[in-house]
């Protein structure tokens, strides 16, 4: 049984959100440094990041509600956000090493390992690319603050990594999970506000 709850549930929606208004904000702004191609995973990218976890949250609610045990939300879980970071990260370094023109069926796991390694990998992956590039970009508008943050946000998706192999079932580890995570996505959020108000979407990548 577990020990999931409507708040909790709810609460699951505030990283997301945060993510989701971060993504919108990355989008608008490197739209016109990317190539179609770049742009379009990046994009894709972050939308997957954040199917995944309105997903999941809704996944918690329906159990919390006592509608049903939907085990599809929740199984979809790593493998959406995973190839969702590896797809926004893969986007954002080729903005930076490519001049920009104008223009999975899983095998079955062993039942107590799940794939859970290999998507939280694909996950870092994803991310650190796309984090080393925001840096990047933070470094060429010198806001130190907004590396800080990022590095900040990486660190707290590590975290969650770590957290991801204990057992999700206890509400403590949720209401641990979702403390970390709502501390990450502010940290991202607030990264990428520094350098939107600092010019980032009028920032030249080729000179």
Known sequence: MKQFSVPMALVDLVPVLLFAIAGVILMRDLYNKMSKGAFALFAAGLIDVTAAGALKALYKLLYALGACDFASLNSLMFPLQSLGFLLAGIGA?????????????????????????????????????????????????????AILLLILSFLSSLAMGYLS??????????????GVNI????????GVLLMHRSGLSALALNK
Do not use: Y
């Open 93 to 145: 370094v080729a903005m930076l090493s490519h001049r920009q023109g104008s223009e999975a069926v899983c095998a079955a796991a062993p039942p107590l390992f799940g794939g859970t390694f290999i998507f939280v990998s694909l996950m870092v992956a994803g991310l650190g690319m796309l984090d080393a590039a925001l840096c990047i970009l933070a470094k060429r508008l010198k806001k130190t603050s």
């Open 165 to 178: 192999s204990h057992d999700f079932t206890q509400a403590s580890m949720n209401w641990i999970a979702q």
């Open 183 to 190: 501390l990450g996505q502010a940290a991202l959020l607030l």
